[in-house]
């Protein structure tokens, strides 16, 4: 019978996949997690986090269809969702859907608001305002991203 980890490891290795990036990799290029915990994950918690690492490369080599693919292996009870609405916004970004990943990224701040990925969401507002031809609006939510960020050097940048 195999442990769950407790949420704060899955929060902690996901937090340090979105500010650092995956570690690691593989022949088809795909991202590889290497957790930096001394607790291994549950076949499920490893099987959403690596779905979403593949997802955050996916994205960033602009294969779309794959990404939106990988983010639907890494829906389900054992990954936190507010992950997978940031990744789902930032491929509506990328698909040329300004107004509904500004949309996305409204609905992702306000549901954790005073949590840290609540700063990820402002910064992606900003972005799919600016995309969305909203500049007034996207300073005010960089502005606010700034406000909230709980990283030290975020905030001197």
């Excluded at 986090?49 to 829906?75: N, T």
């Excluded at 910064?123 to 960089?142: K, P, Y």
């Excluded at 991203?145 to 030290?152: G, K, L, T, V």
């Amino acid at each position: 019978m195999s442990r769950r980890q407790p949420a704060t490891t899955i929060l902690a290795l996901l937090a340090g996949l979105l500010a650092a990036g995956p570690t690691g990799g593989s022949e088809s290029g795909e991202a590889r997690i290497v957790p930096r915990t001394s607790h291994a994950l549950s076949a499920p918690d490893a099987a959403a986090a690596q779905a979403l690492a593949d997802a955050r490369k996916q994205l960033e080599r602009g294969d779309l269809d794959d990404a939106a693919a990988s983010l639907d292996r890494a829906r389900g009870p054992s990954l936190p969702a507010e992950y997978v609405g940031l990744f789902e916004a930032r491929l509506l970004l990328a698909r040329g859907e300004a107004e509904a990943a500004a949309e996305a990224a409204r609905r992702g701040q306000e549901s954790h608001a005073g949590s840290p990925i609540a700063t990820a969401f402002a910064e992606l507002l900003g972005e799919s305002l600016l995309a969305a031809g909203d500049e007034a609006g996207a300073r005010g939510a960089w502005k606010l991203a700034f406000e909230a960020s709980h990283n030290p050097d975020r905030r001197a940048q």
